[in-house]
T-cell receptor, first 116, second 118 residues
Framework: AQKITQTQPGMFVQEKEAVTLDCTYD???????LFWYKQPSSGEMIFLIY??????QNATEGRYSLNFQKARKSANLVISASQLGDSAMYFC?????????????FGQGTTLQVKP | GAVVSQHPSWVICKSGTSVKIECRSL??????MFWYRQFPKQSLMLMAT?????????EQGVEKDKFLINHASLTLSTLTVTSAHPEDSSFYIC??????????????FGSGTRLTVV
């Protein structure tokens, strides 16, 4: 069974500094996808970044980058130059396989607070 | 981009009544829809997967008779909470595979429904 683990319930970061949110996963499927989502207090799920299991390079999207270490089964999110608007809950998620019915399973989440 | 419209955004109902939540894909065909439940400050827990024209697949521990899911068309999936009780109060959110965005298909989420049972 697949499993996603986020061990940091809460994190603080000073505005303009970088922060790393940890995520480890466990799966026996060689084909999988890893996602990071941001959930502000409004509840909407905002897609941030995606990493496929066969991707050779770490994914980057603007201020977001994913530190993908396949052998260690970790997919940490790095947010550079933090902004006050980055304060939210962040979820790591995994999809196994490539089928149309691939479920997205979420980690426990990390609440990030950016200090001015 | 792909949009999933979820209604209502919030609902308050009396204990014992049923509540229906709708998710519509506006500009794509959602053959598969996922329904999640989220308690405050907790993770999204997958409740069930619905496929158009067939019965939903429920996750272990989810009461299928209490949470009725119907996916009658390629653009509409509904979740009905039957005989709701205060412990059913939660944030319910749907998600559809939209096959756009990230490689091998991304997911588009509805805006969520906050259910309060009094």
């Amino acid at each position: 069974a697949q499993k996603i683990t986020q061990t940091q319930p809460g994190m603080f970061v000073q505005e303009k500094e970088a922060v790393t949110l940890d995520c480890t996963y466990d799966t026996s499927d060689p084909s999988y996808g890893l996602f990071w989502y941001k959930q502000p207090s409004s509840g909407e799920m905002i897609f941030l970044i995606y990493q496929g299991s066969y991707d050779q390079q770490n994914a980057t999207e603007g201020r977001y980058s994913l530190n993908f270490q396949k052998a260690r089964k970790s997919a940490n999110l790095v947010i550079s130059a933090s902004q006050l608007g980055d304060s939210a809950m962040y979820f790591c998620a995994m999809r196994e396989g490539t089928s149309n019915t691939g479920k997205l399973i979420f980690g426990q989440g990390t609440t990030l607070q950016v200090k001015p | 981009g792909a949009v999933v419209s979820q209604h209502p955004s919030w609902v308050i109902c009396k204990s014992g009544t049923s509540v229906k939540i709708e998710c519509r894909s506006l500009d794509f065909q959602a053959t598969t829809m996922f329904w999640y439940r989220q308690f405050p400050k907790q993770s999204l827990m997958l409740m069930a997967t619905s496929n158009e024209g067939s019965k939903a697949t429920y996750e272990q521990g989810v009461e299928k008779d209490k949470f009725l899911i119907n996916h009658a068309s390629l653009t509409l999936s509904t979740l009905t909470v039957t005989s709701a009780h205060p412990e059913d109060s939660s944030f319910y959110i749907c998600s559809a595979r939209d096959w756009t965005g990230p490689s091998l298909g991304g997911y588009t989420f509805g805006s969520g429904t906050r259910l309060t049972v009094v």
